[in-house]
């Protein structure tokens, strides 16, 4: 399984960015995929999430109202629209992916219970 973060860039406070996760799984479909970011001298933060079996999404509060996850599973392709950026929006964003994640108690905000990861890409907010 590999997975492919890309989209990242250098935006102006307000601004918008679509980061794309394209994954190589032959079941794609019975995946949760999840979005995690990592600001500089800064533990990872858990980001948005969607369960691709029934399309239910899940949001931290700092993505709540401003970034919308979505997916084309015929393109096996998870997107992350970034609306209204702020600077501390900046960070190095990774895609992740786990077949059980939403069944566990921590749920999907439990970096660790993903098995797949894929390089970052790292977007840049200027204020």
């Known amino acids: 399984v590999q997975l492919q973060a890309f989209g990242g860039g250098l935006v102006q406070a307000g601004g918008s960015l679509r980061l794309s996760c394209a994954a190589s799984?032959?079941?794609?479909?019975?995946?949760?995929v999840a979005w995690f970011r990592q600001a500089p001298g800064k533990q990872h933060e858990e980001v948005s999430c969607?369960?691709?079996?029934?399309?239910?999404?899940y949001y931290s509060d700092s993505a709540k109202g401003r970034f919308t996850i979505s997916s084309d599973n015929a393109k096996n392709t998870v997107y992350l629209q970034m609306d209204g950026l702020k600077p501390e929006d900046t960070a190095v964003y990774f895609c992740?992916?786990?077949?059980?994640?939403?069944?566990?108690?921590?749920?999907?905000?439990?970096?660790?219970?993903?098995?797949?990861w894929g390089r970052g890409t790292l977007v840049t907010v200027s204020s």
């Open positions: 969607i369960n691709l079996s029934d399309g239910r999404t």
């Open positions: 799984i032959s079941d794609f479909e019975n995946y949760a």
């Open positions: 992740a992916a786990d077949r059980y994640v939403l069944g566990h108690s921590a749920g999907w905000t439990n970096m660790h219970a993903y098995d797949y």
